[in-house]
């Protein structure tokens, strides 16, 4: 594999110039056309702001779906996640039955649902879980004679492992320690998916919400552009 060629100071140099000449050129049509760039420059300043709302929620979730799987690997024994594993998957809509310790042959928890039967296996890991294991699954799968199977872990997988999973004849979903924090969360109303976490903002419609965003959208596009507009044409205006 070829390696990746460093950004030379040239390189730099006429990226920077590219740069300058682009702004300059956007800044002319700008003062050729002050109402279109006044009314972009606004569209673009509103979606850089719900982009970066949108971005520190994506971040708030994450962060809880960390501390729950953290707390599912410090505060539970094995046992323990195997049943907290069952009752998040009954609160998704399956019938979830926690096998013996001593004759669970592999399945730790047997899920049915339409009729059919899925097998679960419970890792309560610090380290990324490999190969053997997944292909160890597979086989309490086969024996078992069922076609699907979910393995949650509160770590990770390696890439051999999700490469495992996917050659597998059997049909394999794998949930980290992440996903199954989230999934904990969900069905227990402990993450907040509000666009604004503020509880006014939580205890708001649908509607309401897609209401304020909208009108938050159009004054900002309104309010940047209006400032945008006088200040090009002033620009304009001296210029000549």
């Known amino acids: 594999m070829a390696k990746k060629r460093r950004l ?36 673009v300043i509103a979606s850089i702001v719900l ?19 953290y707390s599912l690997y410090v505060e539970y024994s094995p ?15 399956f019938d979830a039955k926690v096998t013996p310790a001593s004759a669970d042959e592999g399945l730790d928890v047997i899920l049915s649902r339409t ?37 949650v872990t509160t770590s990770n997988f390696t890439d051999a492992a999700k490469q495992a999973s996917r050659k597998s004849p059997i049909k394999i979903h794998l949930i980290p320690g992440e ?5 904990q969360n969900r069905v227990k109303g ?28 159009i004054s900002v596009v309104t309010i940047v552009g209006t400032i945008s507009y006088i200040a090009l044409t002033t620009i304009k205006w001296n210029a000549r």
């Open 51 to 69: 982009a970066v709302l949108l971005i520190a929620r994506s971040r708030r979730m994450r962060r809880a779906n960390m501390l729950a799987r």
């Open 179 to 183: 996903g199954i924090g989230e999934l």
């Open 79 to 93: 046992i323990e996640f195997e049943h907290i594993t069952a009752e998040i998957f009954r609160q998704l809509g």
């Open 8 to 43: 030379s100071q040239h390189d730099g140099e006429t990226l920077l110039l590219a740069i300058i000449i682009a702004v300059f050129y956007a800044f002319k049509k700008a003062l050729e056309q002050p109402i279109l760039a006044s009314v972009i420059l606004g569209i």
């Open 115 to 151: 009729g059919s039967q899925i097998g679960v296996q419970c890792k309560q890991h610090k380290h990324p879980i490999g190969p053997a294991p997944i292909r160890e699954f597979i086989g309490a799968l086969a024996a078992a004679d069922l076609d699907e199977g979910y393995f």
């Open 190 to 217: 402990l993450i907040n998916t509000d666009l604004i976490a503020r509880p006014w903002w939580g205890q708001l419609f649908n509607w309401q919400k897609g209401v304020l965003i909208m009108l938050f959208y």
